[in-house]
């Protein structure tokens, strides 16, 4: 069966610093694969997503997410954290009739 | 942009109620799907639906159902609201197996 695992539950980072949020899925065929968002109280919006081809993707808000398949893994970045990157984040892979198994999430908390 | 709006944004029922949450997409999206989210648990898939008149049950379908008679509007309705059905519901729609758009959720809370 499918799955999607993110290992960290919360992550404290501080503004300017590194982040990277761990993606592992499980899934027979070739995944495709995507990183949302969600701040408090709102909807999940699309930061990227990987189908094919070039196994670095450029997302929205500075983020990228690298695709490993000797991994099973999907790892989001982003090179400098700010403030407003305060949120939840989930990792999420496409199954059958275009349904997504989603990760846990992660919480991602910015310290000043 | 793709626009998925929902009905409402906060609502409080009473235990025994008929609920009707609706979501409406401008994208003529031929996926619709609705989701709870409860802390801890992430995201659950409650049903989902491929086309006019056509549903699937999700994960947790029990206490709900749904409807589309057109193809811009689904509806999840909960038949006898319970506490337990207390969350933060998602809607979201797609085309084939591309990415899904998110509303903005509604946060019912049954007393």
């Known amino acids: 069966a499918q799955s999607v695992t993110q290992p960290d539950i919360h992550i404290t980072v501080s503004e300017g610093a590194s982040l990277e949020l761990r993606c592992n899925y499980s899934?027979?065929?070739?995944?495709?694969l995507f990183w949302y968002v969600q701040s408090p109280g709102q909807g999940l919006q699309l930061l990227l997503k990987y189908f094919s081809g070039d196994t670095l993707v450029q997302g929205i808000k500075g983020f990228e997410a690298e695709f490993k398949r000797s991994q099973s893994s999907f790892n989001l970045r982003k090179p400098s954290v700010h403030w407003s990157d305060a949120a939840e984040y989930f990792c999420a892979c496409i199954y059958s009739w275009g349904k997504l198994q989603f990760g846990a999430g992660t919480q991602v908390v910015v310290t000043p | 942009d793709v626009k998925v709006t929902q009905s409402s944004r906060y609502l409080v029922k009473r235990t025994g109620e008929k609920v009707f949450l609706e979501c409406v997409q401008d994208m003529d999206h031929e996926n619709m799907f609705w989701y709870r989210q409860d802390p801890g648990l992430g995201l659950r898939l409650i049903y989902f639906?491929?086309?006019?008149?056509?549903?699937e049950k999700g994960d947790i379908p029990e206490g709900y159902s749904v409807s589309r008679e057109k193809k811009e509007r689904f509806s999840l309705i909960l038949e006898s609201a319970s506490t337990n059905q207390t969350s933060m519901y998602l809607c979201?729609?797609?085309?084939?197996?591309?990415?899904?758009?998110f509303g903005p959720g509604t946060r019912l809370t049954v007393t």
């Open positions: 979201a729609s797609s085309f084939s197996r591309q990415e899904q758009y």
């Open positions: 899934y027979g065929a070739t995944p495709y």
């Open positions: 639906s491929y086309d006019v008149k056509m549903k």
